[in-house]
């Protein structure tokens, strides 16, 4: 099974590790973006770091983290303005993420080549998470490169401002494995060992339900085959309602869902409920 986790530090997350932090200032970001680049660092990772700053700002800002500084003349670590970091559709704002995905597991390709054990980023995403259109094109972004960090060496601390973006923040905070503190209910996250679709952490509960049906409809068409495996083991509660959100979903596009469950509450609200597209596995 993948880690995952809801953390208080971004040390530790090592070898790799797909990371969501939720910040309030420059210094919050500073602080985790150090402890991540400089567990890194000592993996033999390329570091790549990445905000809406200048390159100059960006390398100032890296030689100022305690164990990382010295490794800025290196070659080992890059610093990137947003604006060359993403890859945007033609004209806009909106990043394309296919080709995002192309372009970072290209650059994991080359980290190899050149030796290191694979690939870091730290990226501050808010200047592409500020519209619902945006979110929506990141959304995507999140999903199928965390499938990718799931199987390659290959991770990222992807940071999101939490005073500029409030509550829309969480719905790409949601799409990590590990997540900082209070800052997503729940998790969707790739877990291919368990031979799932993705997995599900966390509580879907009233306050989360709007979001988990934002999530749901984003997420839905980057599924394969015509049953969607859904591993629910680490799953701490989930309604009526968010059952039959994913009945709906099925029924209209003829699938069936599989959910891998241990809690008996989740099993007998499917046969309650009359389901005919959504079914629970028990949890080996």
């Known amino acids: 099974m993948r880690r995952h986790a809801v953390v208080d530090s971004a040390a530790g997350l090592v070898p790799f ?9 420059r210094a919050e970001l500073l602080s985790r973006a150090a402890e991540y680049i400089a567990d890194g660092l000592r993996q033999n990772q390329y570091i790549a770091y990445a905000a809406d700053r200048s390159r100059d700002e960006l390398r100032a800002e890296l030689a100022a983290m305690p164990g990382v500084g ?6 080992r670590i890059e610093a990137w303005p947003t604006s060359d970091y993403y890859v945007y559709c033609p004209g806009t704002d909106i990043i394309d993420a296919d080709s995002a995905v192309a372009k970072y597991l290209d650059a994991v390709k080359q980290a190899i080549a050149k030796g290191y054990s694979g690939f870091r980023a730290v990226s501050d995403v808010t ?3 500020r519209t619902p259109e945006q979110r929506d ?3 995507r972004l999140e999903y199928l490169v965390d499938q990718q960090m799931a199987v390659l060496p290959f991770s990222a601390l992807c940071a999101y401002d939490i005073d500029q973006l409030g509550g829309a923040a969480g719905e790409l905070i949601c799409l990590h494995p590990f997540v900082s503190n209070k800052s997503a209910m729940f998790r969707i996250y790739a877990d291919p060992d368990a031979e799932l679709d ?18 749901l409809r984003r997420v839905w068409p980057l599924q394969r085959g015509n049953t969607v495996r859904i591993g629910a083991k680490k799953l701490e509660f989930f309604s009526h309602r968010q059952l039959c959100a994913l009945e709906e979903r099925a029924r209209e596009d003829d699938r069936k869902v599989v959910l891998t469950t241990n809690r008996p509450t989740i099993i007998r609200l499917i046969e309650v409920l009359g389901l ?3 079914r629970a596995d028990a949890a080996s």
């Open 127 to 129: 200047p592409a998470a």
């Open 198 to 215: 993705f997995a599900l952490a966390g509580e879907v509960d009233a306050a989360s339900d709007e979001l988990f049906d934002l999530t």
């Open 70 to 75: 010295q490794y800025l003349d290196s070659g």
């Open 17 to 25: 590790g797909h990371l969501a932090w939720g910040y309030h200032s």
């Open 276 to 278: 005919t597209h959504v």
């Open 137 to 139: 094109a990141l959304a």
